[in-house]
């Protein structure tokens, strides 16, 4: 059986460690290739005398995963391949780090990894995860789950990431399709569900935070006496103002509420099976809006366009899946991976029409409002083999994967009963006038998008060679029904060879150079702003690189160059008033660099650090061809620093931790034709933590010198950035 022992990383957060020890049958231990290992699954051994399961205490970190370092994971390639051996940029944000920099939303795990441009839309109390991916809008398109694409859009509807539930989250850079399917050309983002764990975990949160910030949560875990049933609960209540503050209003503020629940649990028949069940429940409440009106000489005002008794974004979200692994032996692997997931959402809102020419500062008004459900069906099955064939070792993978996507559409607009939404004006602007819910149906659409792929990969070891060769073929049938003019219903197939090729060599001193090309391919749901269905991407990258992880040291540094094209991307449609219609251009070309470095400098001393290069450029779009797309900066450099005062050695600094980082971004092109500029900014972000038994308390602050700083402006609409925010949580652990 394994023994659990309990230690304090060099971080400042507890963490478990393993040590194995054979059983009382003789049996030695086994090590498996189960997904994530990092994330807390079981390793386990044993022999052909073996008659009882081996019990196994797991960890919520294992080795794999020390601080901010992660060593392995699964991603690239659907194998648990260290990640120095891959041949493609990835960045690993640990639940330590996110612990430790105090994560609220799903885009804060990710401002210190390069490559990623977050928050372009600026403070998103929606929910909406707005990020970019060497230059590509990857709002929806690079969102995935335990391996699995959780890629949907509608006019509001996406899928959302509780960030309490998530263990890691994996960012693999350019294309990825060849094993993933819908991967998009900027990339994929792998949120790793928190499952059960051997080793029960037991905590309880109590957060409060500026804006009235409310939260209370709860992880707890629990083990059936003989090691084969695990059971993990997670789930989280939040009840906050924002923001988003209304003027005139004697400092009304837009509310948000938000309730998670997730059960997990875990059945290990066998020593080489192992079954697990999850569901999760996510119900958003918003009344968030980010949409400030530009004064008559483009400036920025504190008005808002919405109204705070009408503005809503509210979505019920739900998912099951499970997980299923079975060795042969040591040469044969089969998983099968499947979920369902689904929202319902309804949202409304208001948006600015006209400037009257005799009075500027006086805005009008209309209403929209959307009723939409996603549903989505995504099975992954495949079978891996590991063998050799004289001196070159195989990893072998072959599998298939199914997925199913349906959006149902209703767009409401204007009023039957004549019912004129009130203008505002930006010298007094008057909010609360009852506003009713929007009634004249403009379209009704639903659209089916069913992809069925194949695919195989093999990773050849040779000496210090490591060669990774994907195929993949893709099938994908789209329906696309009008429900108020059948005859603009469409039907389409199409279908897809996409392919990666990456060698890399390792050095004995922990260097490995590489170099790979990879494609992508993506079919898009949702609708233009003319109710066209959109045609699906194409991408193709290559990418050389060194990655630099110290002998029996405590780091990863990569770097990376690359040189990505994508065909048929989506961008803001300049005709559409209310700036959420998109329309598709045509060919862009990004080129770059990309820095990262995660370490240990020294003992209790921590660092992350990044630094992005990126010249992005419209190659085929004849009225804007040479200019740079919007909200892209070309330059982008962040860094943390966080130190463990017990490292010292002095008793009454035991448990005392302090951290702090800086995030820069460049400048952005406010229009098409590149004429005017956001400019850039910079943040910094700091936290403070004591640790004393079972008992944590986190301070921490983002943007703690309150920067008034615009994200991005768009269709002469500019997006404030996310204010001071300073969150106190106090952890209790049993």
């Keep these: 059986m394994s023994i659990a022992l309990t230690t304090t990383t060099s971080s400042g957060f507890a963490q478990t460690k393993q040590t194995e020890v054979q059983n009382s049958t003789g049996a030695s231990d086994r090590k498996t290739d189960s997904p994530e290992k990092d994330s807390g699954k079981t390793d386990t051994k044993r022999t052909a005398d073996s008659t009882l399961p081996t019990v196994v205490i797991e960890a919520k970190n294992t080795g794999e995963a020390i601080g901010n370092v992660a060593k392995r994971s699964i991603t690239a390639t659907k194998t648990d391949t260290p990640i120095i051996e891959i041949p493609q940029s990835i960045s690993v944000v640990t639940r330590n780090e996110m612990d430790m920099r105090s994560v609220q939303n799903f885009t804060e795990a990710l401002r210190y990894v390069p490559g990623v441009t977050v928050d372009q839309f600026g403070f998103q109390g929606q929910g909406f995860e707005y990020l970019m991916m060497r230059g590509f809008n990857a709002l929806n398109t690079a969102n995935f789950r335990d391996g699995l694409s959780n890629s949907a859009v509608g006019f509001f509807s996406q899928f959302i990431t509780e960030t309490y539930g998530v263990e890691r989250v994996d960012v693999l850079r350019g294309p990825s399709s060849v094993v993933f399917g819908r991967g998009d050309a900027g990339g994929i983002v792998n949120r790793v569900t928190k499952r059960p764990s051997a080793t029960p975990i037991r905590e309880i949160e109590f957060q409060y935070g500026n804006f009235d910030r409310k939260r209370i949560a709860a992880d707890i875990g629990a083990v059936s006496k003989d090691g084969t049933i695990m059971f993990r609960l997670v789930t989280t209540a939040l009840d906050s103002d924002t923001q988003t ?119 009008e008004r209309s209403a929209y409002a959307t009723n939409e459900r996603l549903n989505q069906i995504v099975l992954d099955t495949h079978a891996q083999a590991k063998f050799n064939t004289g001196p070159l070792n195989h990893t072998v993978l072959l599998g298939a994967d199914w997925n199913q996507t349906n959006l149902s559409l209703k767009y409401f607009q204007g009023y039957n009963n004549g019912f004129t939404v009130p203008n505002i004006d930006l010298l007094n602007p008057v909010y609360g006038t009852p506003i009713p819910r929007p009634d004249v149906l403009l379209q009704n659409a639903k659209q089916t998008i069913d992809q069925l792929g194949f695919y195989i990969q093999d990773q050849l070891r040779y000496d210090n060679w490591i060669l990774t060769l994907s195929g993949r073929y893709d099938r ?214 004591y640790e004393k038994g079972p008992v944590l308390f986190n301070i921490n602050a983002s943007n703690i010198f309150n920067n008034h700083y615009i994200a991005s402006t768009n269709f002469g609409r500019p997006y404030l950035g996310a204010e001071r925010t300073i969150i106190g949580t106090l952890t209790f652990r049993f």
Excluded: C
């Excluded at 649990?265 to 009106?293: A, C, E, H, K, Q």
């Design 245 to 363: 503050r209304y003027p005139n209003t004697g400092g009304d503020r837009a509310h948000n509420e938000r309730f998670y629940i997730a059960p997990s649990i875990t059945w290990r028949p066998t020593v080489d099976t192992t079954i697990t069940l999850m569901g999760d429940v996510l119900n958003n409440r918003s009344g968030s809006s980010p949409f400030y009106i530009a004064s008559p000489s483009g400036g920025f005002t504190n008005v808002l366009q919405s109204d705070p008794k009408f503005t809503k974004y509210n979505t019920n979200q739900s998912s099951f899946s499970y997980q299923l692994e079975h060795h042969f032996n040591d040469i044969f692997t089969v998983r099968q991976n499947f979920r369902f997931a689904q929202q319902v959402g309804r949202f409304q809102d208001l948006f600015q029409t006209f400037n009257p020419l005799d009075r500027p500062t006086l805005i």
């Design 476 to 689: 994908i049938n789209t329906s696309n029904a009008d429900r108020l003019d059948p005859i603009l219903s469409t039907k389409s197939n199409d279908s897809a060879f996409t392919g990666r090729g990456g060698l890399t060599y390792l050095f004995s001193n922990g260097i490995a150079p590489y170099f790979s090309y990879a494609q992508s391919f993506l079919p898009q749901t949702g609708f233009s702003s003319t109710g066209t269905p959109f045609d699906p991407t194409r991408g193709s990258q290559f990418e050389a690189g060194i990655k630099y992880q110290p002998v029996g040291g405590k780091g990863l540094y990569t770097v990376a160059f690359f040189d990505l094209t994508k065909n048929n991307t989506l961008t803001r449609d300049p005709t559409n008033l209310n700036g959420f219609g998109f329309v598709q251009t045509g060919e862009i070309r990004s080129r770059g660099v990309e820095l990262e470095a995660r370490t240990e400098l020294l003992h209790g001393l921590n660092a992350i650090g990044s630094f992005t290069y990126m010249d992005v450029d419209n190659l085929k779009d004849t009225e804007f061809k040479g200019k740079r797309p919007l909200q892209v900066p070309s330059t982008m450099t962040s860094g943390w620093l966080d130190y463990s005062f017990g490292a010292l050695g002095i008793d009454w600094l035991r448990g005392f931790g302090l951290g702090g980082g800086v995030r820069y971004v460049g400048k952005t092109f406010n229009e098409e034709t590149n004429t005017t500029t956001t400019p850039s900014f910079t943040l910094f972000d700091a936290s403070l933590r």
